[in-house]
């Protein structure tokens, strides 16, 4: 069965970055006309849509955040991760990592919690 | 910048019907697509592309989209189909941006 799983520190000093993989097992993320991607939810608040990678390598992002953040993916160990650069406490949130074609493939990690504090 | 935006709660009373609502100006060129999150867990797709139910998912939750809205609708709520929805969808620029709404918390009691 296919899962992704985040992992990474769960604290983050305030103007540091924040680092992020996600691993998937089950399935090879070698795949054409698919996506990874990044999602944010601060605690009691709404989904944000951080950024996505497709597997062309082309990369979009968040506006609000795209001067700061980096998506790659690695194929050879079946990971992807993302870099926040220069945090605050705004960025504090659980982190999701995506996989999707965009259509009926859709699967996500079950999120990690990152709390930006000195 | 692109906004989705959707009705903050909507609450129903067990087997009736609940209608989501979700208005975007880019998404009568763009496929909606909806997610429910119930507390504490990852989000799941309930539809994707404005009205396909992905495998595994309830005949009761449909989807549809007209104009500039996307309606996500559970024919019969059930008490477990309590939680937030979201709905997703790209703005119409070419830069494949993608923006969630607010989220609309469901009530079924």
């Known amino acids: 069965q296919l899962q992704l799983q985040e992992s990474g520190p769960g604290l983050v000093k305030p103007s540091e970055t924040l680092s992020l993989t996600c691993t998937v097992s089950?399935?090879?993320?070698?795949?054409?006309?698919?996506?990874w991607g990044w999602i944010r939810q601060p605690p009691g608040k709404g989904l944000e849509w951080i950024g996505s990678?497709?597997?062309?390598?082309?990369?979009y992002y968040n506006p609000s955040l795209k001067s700061r953040v980096t998506i790659s993916v690695d194929t050879s160990k079946n990971q992807f991760s993302l870099k926040l650069s220069s945090v605050t406490a705004a960025d504090t949130a659980v982190y999701y990592c995506?996989?999707?074609?965009?259509?009926?493939?859709?699967?996500w990690g079950q999120g990690t919690l990152v709390t930006v504090s000195s | 910048s692109y906004e989705l935006t959707q009705p903050p709660s909507v609450s129903v009373s067990p087997g009736q019907t609940a209608r989501i609502t979700c208005s975007g100006d880019?998404?009568?060129?763009?496929?909606a697509y909806w997610y429910q999150q119930k507390s504490g867990q990852a989000p799941v797709l309930v539809i994707y592309?404005?009205?396909k139910r992905p495998s595994g998912i309830p005949e009761r939750f449909s989807g549809s989209s007209s104009g500039t809205m996307a309606t996500l609708t559970i024919s019969g709520a059930q008490v477990e189909d309590e939680a937030d929805y979201y709905c997703?969808?790209?703005?119409?620029?070419?830069?494949?941006?993608?923006?969630f709404g607010g989220g609309t918390k469901l009530t079924v009691l």
């Open positions: 995506q996989w999707s074609s965009g259509s009926d493939f859709d699967y």
């Open positions: 089950g399935g090879s993320i070698s795949s054409s006309s698919y996506y």
């Open positions: 990678i497709y597997y062309s390598g082309s990369t």
């Open positions: 880019a998404l009568p060129k763009k496929y």
């Open positions: 592309e404005d009205s």
């Open positions: 997703y969808s790209t703005d119409s620029s070419g830069n494949l941006s993608v923006v």
